[in-house]
């Protein structure tokens, strides 16, 4: 459901240029690269970029009957239209009713100009269309709601209708439960919805009603309710950009612009409660080497200029703006037919792929078709450039439906290219504005339409049989209409259904779930099926099953299957119990799986602390194991997120380990660090200093300390002197810290004051001082060989001078480095501290030099020189993003990224345009084998690339 995609955005360059480093290119895509090289190069001959020479064909305004023509479908399925302009505008999101009625989301305001002019007007609306004749084409509009900024969802409830816009979630509330009185003149608002700032692409978007009663969005990290009219959220793994879906299991799959099948190979729910944000086997990338195979030329996308975004024939070669999609559940295809259709607007097509399952993984075919002109094309192509299709859903009748947004600029003025502007001017694809067409998509040879059920009119025996109706459609409005029922015969139906055939079981206990009607014997009677019904038994009634019950069932169920997962977690429930203490860490111990792994470690919540200490008295658990595992790392991460303060109990239990243990307290440490790189992290205050981080402290392998003091970052005291954003000192630097400020007692506080605050006269403030707490090569100038104003501190000019302290007594190379990292520490600084290595290396750079820096000769020199460690490629060596250093700032270039960085904190930088953080990893050595980044909810981490292809594969820390 969207809205279109940027051509190539962060998401695009990061993670399917470099996470994805590890697969090869097939033949073929190497072939369309020479073949782009080629291009490019006779390109560049004539001045031209590549797609400045191709012969793109016109993009004219088609009519309905017109567009029809230029579509070209999989054999067997046949196109037509339900619904058109007039009758709809800028259509983005739909909804049926139990009447067969449309819902359509109307975004009449998306880029009505190039510039995005007036983007946020309130013009948007919500529509009910009605097939008042019954012959498949929408023939009557009504306006349901308007006045809306950018309406993005809308999905029919019992209670109503709910409505996102930006920034807003609305009920428009129907007081009989039935979508024929839903009243919008009364809307109430329940909550924040889809409020990012910025682009529309990436915002909340969905509203996908799950067969677990929960409601889940894509670009959302939440699942909401409705519960007694109010809304209530829970956390979920972040999922995907513009586009949600899920198929008969509960399994919900997702996008982003330039992954087109992402999805969770199992129910993320047991390891969100966990305090964990994913696992693997969330976010799982589904489909492989996204191509894009279209019909046209289309080099109207917003990176064409990049090499390798266009085929050498001058069609889009990835995908760049995935949107919509949909896991066909209508109950009329073949069953060798595509099961998961995507759309793709930038390439004027709709994806298909066919999906099987080889144990818990989850594998897809994408299903290509032979074309005559290009040689093979996708399920639905269109040589017509304004087809835009954003999303895809099943009907109420069993067939495909094809939302298109029919548009020129599909691309959002945040990320819109000088490149494509040219092009949206040069060919008037910003006009017209307000079309739209609704596709159904259906068998060649299809059996008659089945009847619509009279809804108002079913027993709750009725509605039962129909949770068993081939179509998701008829099956997903059962359980609505059931959840809400009042009458006396409810339960007793769905306890009788879940002894019946498993689609219509499997749906009753989602159904009993959300009407709080779950027995312990009947959860035991659906376990005992195993299967898909076993797993629904475990996921909507683990909690009332006793201990002796999951460990029979995990006894007898196959290790690594969603159910063998599913009964794991059904053990938190039990885990202040030793027996289920033990039974996860035999799993732990016997199976090296690293979904088993995910699952035992969620089961432990509550009890981490005590599971780790008996994993490691059990002898089971080797340094090896770690080492491949990381299991007591994460471990400690999932307790450190739970019990924040309270984590000291680890911290003491870290000094009782011995020094053959360190492995151990490696891991530990380990764990505390890497949830200070989680987004939103604050310290844990403790009551008082922890001896663990006290420098002084006796008896610790002095090769852990680099850890300690990683660890250190999150915690803080009273009186504490670490700034948040700072990295800890190691003993050695603390020591010449200690030597450094004594040094500024009796040498420098008389004219600076003890505060930093400086003193009249004598000498200006050091606090917060941009000569103090930014380039550390200026600084240590001034400190050696003194300064000669004019300067201006802090919005006053000085124009005095200051001496040099190279000839003091005692004033060496570690006494200078120690008073360099005090003034860069002292006052609430966080700048790196200073080793005497560098003070030497200034030395030696400035041997000779007999009087006073002024400030010309300082703006003038190189700054910033420990940013040159950083340099080099990183990701995939045939790819590599790139960082250089100038000389005075670090600069990145890969794709679209390029531009300085500005330094957040040590290691820590930020791509400022747009919005990317950066963080290099430091090994404890001092070498700089990866970076890491954030992409929404996801971590990835880059290697750095050494000469000849290779990458450093030191142990990161």
């Known amino acids: 459901m969207l809205v279109v995609r940027s051509a190539r955005v962060p998401c695009l360059i990061l993670l399917a240029t470099f996470a994805l480093s590890g697969c090869p290119a097939g033949e073929s895509e190497q072939a369309d690269r020479s073949a782009t090289d080629a291009a490019e190069i006779e390109a560049q001959q004539d001045d031209r970029l590549p797609y400045q020479t191709l012969d793109t064909p016109p993009a004219p305004v088609l009519n309905p009957r017109e567009a029809l023509e230029k579509f070209v479908i999989a054999p067997g399925f046949r196109i037509e239209l339900a619904a058109a302009e007039p009758l709809i505008e800028d259509p983005v999101a739909v909804d049926w009713d139990e009447d067969g009625n449309l819902f359509v989301a109307e975004m009449r305001a998306y880029m009505p100009d190039a510039e995005g002019t007036g983007e946020e007007e309130p013009i948007g609306a919500i529509v009910r269309l009605t097939d008042t004749d019954t012959d498949g084409v929408f023939d009557q509009r009504e306006l349901i709601l308007d006045g809306l900024v950018l309406p993005r ?30 009243d919008c003149s009364d809307k109430r608002f329940l909550g924040e919805y889809g409020a990012h700032q910025g682009s529309v692409e990436h915002a909340e978007n969905g509203l996908l009603m799950g067969i677990d009663n929960w409601i889940y969005s894509a670009k959302s990290s939440r699942r909401l309710k409705i519960v007694n009219g109010s809304l209530v959220e829970e956390p979920t793994v972040f999922r995907g950009q513009w ?17 087109l099948l992402l999805g969770d190979l199992y129910d993320a729910q047991a390891i969100i409660a966990s305090g964990n944000r994913g696992a693997p086997g969330l976010n799982a990338r589904i489909s492989a080497n996204d191509q894009v195979f279209s019909i046209r030329v289309n080099p109207g996308v917003n990176r064409a200029y990049l090499p390798g975004v266009l085929r050498a024939d001058g069609r889009l070669r990835t995908a760049t703006s995935a949107s919509g999609m949909v896991v066909y559940r209508g109950g009329r295809f073949n069953d060798d037919d595509p099961n998961v259709f995507v759309t793709e607007p930038a390439a004027n097509l709709v994806v298909a792929f066919r999906l099987g399952e080889a144990g818990l993984r989850i594998v897809s075919e994408h299903r290509l078709y032979p074309d005559k002109q290009w040689g093979q094309r996708d399920f639905l192509a269109s040589t017509d450039e304004r087809f835009r299709p954003v999303d895809v859903l099943n009907g109420p009748d069993g067939h495909l439906y094809v939302i298109d947004f029919y548009r020129g600029i599909i691309q959002d003025h945040v990320f819109l290219t000088d490149q494509l502007k040219e092009q949206v001017k040069a060919r008037n694809l910003d006009q017209p504005l307000g079309m739209g067409r609704i596709w159904r998509v259906r068998k060649t040879r299809t059996a008659a339409d089945w009847p619509r059920p009279d809804w108002r009119s079913l027993s709750s025996e009725q509605l039962g049989v129909l949770l068993d109706a081939p179509d998701i459609w008829r099956r997903a409005t059962a359980q609505r209409l059931l959840l809400r029922s009042q009458a006396d015969d409810v339960r007793q139906t769905l306890y009788r259904l879940v002894r019946g055939p498993e689609r219509a079981a499997v749906h ?49 169920i196959e290790p690594g299957s969603r159910l063998h997962l599913y009964a794991l977690a059904a053990l938190r429930h039990s885990n202040a119990d030793d027996r289920a203490l033990a039974a996860i860490r035999n799993v732990l111990e016997e199976i090296d799986d690293v979904h088993t792994r995910a699952f035992a470690q ?94 002084s402290l006796g008896g610790m392998d002095a090769t852990l300390w680099p850890a300690i003091a990683r660890a250190r970052r999150g915690f803080t005291w009273v009186g504490d002197t670490l700034a948040a954003d700072a990295k800890p000192l190691t003993p050695q630097q603390s020591a010449l810290m200690a030597s450094g400020a004594a040094f500024f007692t009796s040498s420098c506080a008389n004219c600076h004051g003890a505060d930093g605050a400086g003193i009249g006269a004598l000498g200006p403030p050091l606090a917060d001082s941009r000569w103090v707490t930014e380039a550390p090569e200026r600084l240590a100038r001034i400190v050696i060989h003194g300064l000669a104003g004019p300067v201006e501190v802090a919005g006053k000019v000085w124009d005095s001078a200051m001496p040099g302290h190279k000839d003091l007594p005692d004033f060496n190379d570690r006494v200078a480095s120690g008073l360099l990292t005090y003034l860069r520490r002292a006052w609430g600084h966080t700048g790196r501290a200073i080793d005497p290595a560098f003070v030497a290396q200034v030395k030696e750079e400035t041997v000779g030099r007999t009087t006073l820096w002024t400030v010309t000769e300082l703006e003038s020199i190189d700054i910033n020189t420990h940013y040159a460690k950083y340099a080099g490629g990183y990701g995939r060596a045939d790819a590599p993003m790139t960082f250089t250093y100038d000389g005075k700032a670090l600069n990145i270039a890969g794709g679209i990224l390029n531009g300085p960085l500005r330094e957040l904190q040590e290691d820590h930088f930020l791509l400022q345009s747009r919005g990317l953080k950066f963080e290099f990893v430091v090994a404890d050595d001092g070498s700089v084998p990866a970076v890491r980044f954030n992409t929404g909810g996801a971590s990835v981490t880059m290697p750095r690339v050494m000469s000849g292809g290779e990458s450093v594969t030191d142990d990161v820390q």
């Open 243 to 259: 586009g949600i879906t899920q198929d008969d299991e509960g399994r919900l799959f997702y996008n982003t612009n330039s992954n």
């Open 153 to 182: 969802a809308l999905r029919i409830v019992n209670e109503g209708l709910l409505v996102g816009e930006m920034g807003k979630l609305w009920l428009c509330p129907s007081k009989t439960g039935w979508s024929r009185d839903i």
């Open 602 to 695: 969620a089961s432990v919540r509550g009890e981490e602390l005590v599971f780790i200490q008996q994993l490691v008295a059990g002898g089971g658990w080797t340094a090896d194991r770690e080492a491949q595992s990381h299991s007591i790392a994460q471990l400690t991460q999932q307790y450190f997120r739970s019990v924040g303060a309270d984590t000291v109990h680890l911290l003491d239990y870290i000094g009782t380990l011995s020094a053959q243990e360190s492995w151990i307290k490696r891991a530990l440490l380990t764990g505390l660090f890497e949830t200070t790189r989680e987004q939103g992290f604050e310290r844990a205050v403790l009551a008082g200093p922890h001896e663990l981080f006290d420098p």
């Open 508 to 556: 009753a206990l989602w159904t009993l779930q959300g009407r709080g009607e779950l027995s312990q014997e009947l959860i035991r009677t659906a376990l005992q099926s195993g299967g898909v019904l076993g797993e629904a038994a475990l996921l909507t009634g683990g909690h009332l099953l006793t201990l002796d019950d999951v460990l029979v069932a995990l006894s007898t």
